[in-house]
Each structure stands twice: as C-alpha cells, then as structure tokens.
C-alpha cells in the first residue's frame, strides 16, 4: 500500500516535471556542468537505470550562503545582528564604547572582522537570544522585509541564485528531498525557507544556539538562550547531516572551503553521487571570489573538486542569469 | 506549481484512503477515544473545514517506548545493552567485578537498576560507542534479527501495538508527517523505524551520542564517541522538536511523564489539536502498570490529561488487538 503510493507519486511528479519542464535549467548555459546535473537526474530517477536510487534514498544538501544566495559584501546573518544592534543599543548605552558593539554601531566592518570569533560570538549572543522562539521569528521576518541589499538595492531574499532555485525545483520533481545545511543560523533561515527556496523548516540545518522550555502565565514558550549549541560548519556538516537525516545524501552544492567535509563525505559513498561547487567567478553581475576572500574562501575544496571530480560551476560562464529579473 | 503538486498529491491520497480504509482504525473498538481521533483528522483534514490545517503543517509526534511498542518488562534498548556487554566480555575482564557491567553479565536487572543513571550511561558509552555510524547499525540491525522477547517468545518488532500502526498508517494517508520523539537512542530506531512503522530516519528524534568525522584510508566515517550529546526526554522534548522540526506539531501521542511535557507544548499551540495518553491497563494481553511503575511511570501526566482534555486510551477497552497475530 505504501510502495503504491509513493510509486503513483513519483509516477505522477514525473509526469509533472516532464509536461512543465522541456528545459529544466533554463538559466543555465549548455556545457558539461548543465550536462552533467541533467544526467545525474536521469540516471539516479529513470527506471532500469544501473544507477537508479529508490526515492526515499534522495537526499540532496544544499549550502546556503553563497551556494543559495549571495554573501557578499557580507553575510546576510551579520548584516542582521548589526541592525539589530542598532535597534536594541538605545537599552545598551554601554555599547557605545564596547566592543564588538561598537563597531558594530559605527558600521565599521574592518573593525568588527578585527574581533574575530569571540566578537562574533558576543554580537550573535547579545542580538539572537532572551525572546522566544516565536517572537524571534517575526523579528527575523519583519527585518527581512524591510532590508535592502547595499549595492543591489534589493531585498536580500531577491539575492537567491535564480539557477539554483532551478535546480532545487528540478531535484524535488524527481523525488528528491533537499536540505539545507549552512553554518548560518537555522532560525534565521527557517522564516522564509518555504516561501523562497520550497524547503520546509524541517529541512533546514544550521548552526543554533540552545533554547530551553518555560512556562509563562501557564503556556510553555520556547526562550533563546545566550549560549552556542552547535556551529554547523567544515567537519560538523557531516556530524549535523547524520543526527538530522540519518542518511547519506547523494548530492551536495557548496562553495567554500567550508563545505568541503560535506562534499568528501556525499561522493565517499557508494553509487552515483554529484558534488557541485558553485564558483564565483562573475565580478560583473556579482562578485568574483576564491582563495584569498575572507568570506566563502575556496581554495582546498577548488584543488579537491579536480581530484574528485567535482562538477566546478563557474557563475560567469555557466549562468545565463544570476538573479530574477 | 509547488502548490499544484501539493494539492494533487493530498487528493490522492484523501481518495487512496478512502478507497481502501472503510474503517481506518480496525484495531481499536468503537467508542470516545476513536471517534475523537476519528474526528481529529476530518476536521484537520476537509477542506472547507473551520479547523483545516494546511498539509505542511500536519505535523504528528510519537513517543516510541510504551507508545509504540512494549517497554515492558524492560526497554529493548536496556536488553540491547546487556547482550552488547555479554558479547564484548571476553575483550573485558575486568567488568567480570566491575558495575554496572557485573550486574549486565550476571543479569541482575535488580542490581542494574540501583547503579541509576550513572550505571546506564556506563552502560550506554561502553556498549554503544567506538564504531562507526555504520557498524553501529549493523550491529543493531543483526541484533534485531535474533533477539526474542522473554515473555511474548517473539522478535522485538513485534511487539509493536497494531493499533498504533494503524494511526500511523492513518495520519500519513491524511498528509501528516509522523515523527518519533522517544527518549530511546536515535541510531538504535532509525535502522527498522521506516521498515516497522513507516516513519524514514529523518523523522525520528531520540537521544544521541557525540559522533566524529574521521578519514579512514582516505575514507571519511563518522565515528560514535563515548559522550553524551542529548537527553530526548521531559522538557528536552519540545527543545528536541523544535530543533529539529522547527515547528510546532499539532498532534502528540505519549505513555508516560517523560511525554507531559511534549504533550502540554503541543496542545497549547493554537487551533485543533490533539493530545493522547496510551494508558497501560491491560495485565492479560501486555502488563499494567501506571503511577507506581519504575519504567514508564504515568503519574502527572495522567491527573493533566483530564485537565487537558488529552485522550486517555485504555489498552484494556480501547483496543480489540494489541499485537499483529
């Protein structure tokens, strides 16, 4: 009765995907990247393929910053705990000389870079928790709304990668469920994930800070608390990916160095597998970075990807577009 | 599109379950308990509905223990343990004289008992850690293949309760998404959980222990660590749902107090919900126990159900069979 159903689904999505779908990436160019995603799809999905992978074994990881959307000139996350250091400091007097709020409130990047970890560490703590869960989402969600991209002039959810929104869609027609796995907060990404990407709360993984359950007036409310619960970066993706999925994926989309754990242990399985590194290379249409950015650095993960066989995607000359018009 | 595929998708599965399921619930006899639960999913469920809830909300937790199957006369995950130290004792002498290994060997489930928490996560860390992800679960499943419960003479999936499979079978033909949030180890379900209850391995939460990534002849493995990363019981289980889930369910069945919590943050959500309490009651077909009981205690979650109005099943009247023939 199960096996019938999920038959007469992927039956039925297939069907969909083909009908609605002569050219699943249009805003990829024609070339051995595009090539190679399609043939994936359709060796791991076609029934009698050698390589055919049962449905519920289609897992595909995603990162977000910089694989999903853009990170540059900085990470969206970062942007938000700095306005959000704006609004709270009117509570905070003592932030004016103190650092990293400081820098913060002066807008002064360098500076804030200067403080390293523990300067992050203080921004997230002090800006991302005492609210409930709840509460904490429609801040995320009222922000989001209302904030535009520095250069772009935008909002930053308009800051997704129109080729990766087609391949998202692409994947989850032929019965693939996709993850996100980013070293950002999961609860800032859990806010518009459905809306923007069609990737449920559940699917996504991050990075998160501990919560513990109160009551108030009687009513139990989950409360963010200033304390880090997990980083979910470099060698914790794998760790992260088996406590949520319980399963190896078969295909990871990184672009930094941070992914390159994630990707080394998807392909390390048996099977087919596709690990994709988004590359950015277009500084026209947006900003072209690798092994020397202190943002999204890629340079072990460029030297893997040949190794490996990694498919290496470069955004000026494998995108046709970058963002929605 | 996305919505198009969803709606598609729900129907078909409304007219699956209707076609096929005259009675949805065989296993449970007439009367409050399954009406309510009856009534539950219609009204969730219909659309044009006050209460519809719109399917990437239906969302069900499961406790496993007691809930889903036989915790009964001692959890499986417990026996598990014994046999595991059973099994290494000749590369550990030492335990020979040593709690709470003596007391495993010897099985003195008495003794085992007065070692408390402490002995159990000796017990744990020993019995469960230093493989990788992989032999663990291969360890469990071969585990598994052989052991028989002491009384009941059969395999320990077995003693899943028919009528719990059946809501199972009945909330995913409705569109819900079922999860376990079960005390018990996520790594020791996850290996049967999609076989036995239908439920894949990312929608099972449990406990955990730390694991690492490390290479192996240039393989990467995740590695199990003799350390506690969490405890999925009481007041971790909201904590637990929300993290992984990252939304509140709208349906929560539990036995014991270690669900009262999960069952009181589920039913203060807004809307319809539902709240069940499986009441042991049946000392011929399973065992009775409830307030007094060393595993599974139900003491304030059973004064709290009638507050709550949570349904309390009684093992005894409500189900016509307990286990499959």
């Given amino acids: 009765m199960k096996n019938l159903i999920i038959r007469t689904i992927s039956i039925l999505l297939l069907s969909l995907s083909t009908a609605y779908a002569a050219d699943p990436l249009p805003s990829w160019r024609n070339g051995h990247v595009k090539q190679s995603i399609i043939s994936f799809i359709n060796k791991t999905t076609q029934t009698g393929s050698p390589d055919f992978v049962p ?4 897992i595909a990881v995603f990162d977000n910053d910089g694989t999903l959307w853009s990170e540059q000139p900085n990470y969206v996350q970062l ?3 700095i ?3 704006k609004a709270l400091a009117p509570e905070h007097p003592e932030w004016r000389v103190t650092q990293p709020f400081q820098a913060a409130l002066e807008g002064d990047l360098l ?3 200067q403080q390293g970890e523990d300067g992050l560490l203080k921004l997230t703590t002090a800006t991302h928790a005492g609210m409930s869960t709840t509460d904490y989402s429609k801040i995320v ?3 989001l709304s209302t ?3 520095p250069t772009h002039k935008r909002s930053y959810t308009e800051m997704v990668y129109l080729p990766m929104l087609e391949v998202l869609s692409y994947f989850k027609m032929h019965g693939f469920k996709n993850y996100i796995v980013s070293g950002g907060g999961v609860e800032f990404m859990r806010p518009w994930s459905e809306r923007i990407y069609g990737i449920p709360p559940e699917q996504v993984i991050g990075s998160s800070i501990k919560t513990k359950l109160v009551s108030r007036n009687g009513i139990p409310e989950l409360i963010r608390l200033p304390e880090i619960n997990f980083i979910d970066d470099k060698a914790e993706k794998p760790v992260a990916i088996h406590q949520f999925i319980g399963r190896r994926p078969i295909a990871a989309f990184g672009n930094s160095d941070g992914d390159l754990e994630m990707l080394q242990w998807v392909t390390a399985g048996s099977g087919a597998r596709l690990g994709v590194i988004i590359h950015h290379t277009d500084n026209e249409r947006e900003v072209a970075y690798d092994r020397k950015s202190s943002i999204g650095r890629l340079d ?3 030297d893997e990807a040949a190794i490996r066989n990694w498919l290496v995607v470069s955004m000026k000359s494998d995108w046709a577009q970058i963002f929605r018009k």
Same sequence: chains 1, 2.
């Fill in 55 to 58: 449905i519920q074994e289609r």
């Fill in 79 to 81: 942007v938000f705990a």
């Fill in 83 to 85: 306005d959000r250091v």
């Fill in 111 to 113: 500076e804030l870079r």
């Fill in 141 to 143: 969600s009222d922000w």
């Fill in 147 to 149: 904030a535009v991209h």
């Fill in 300 to 302: 072990k993960a460029l």
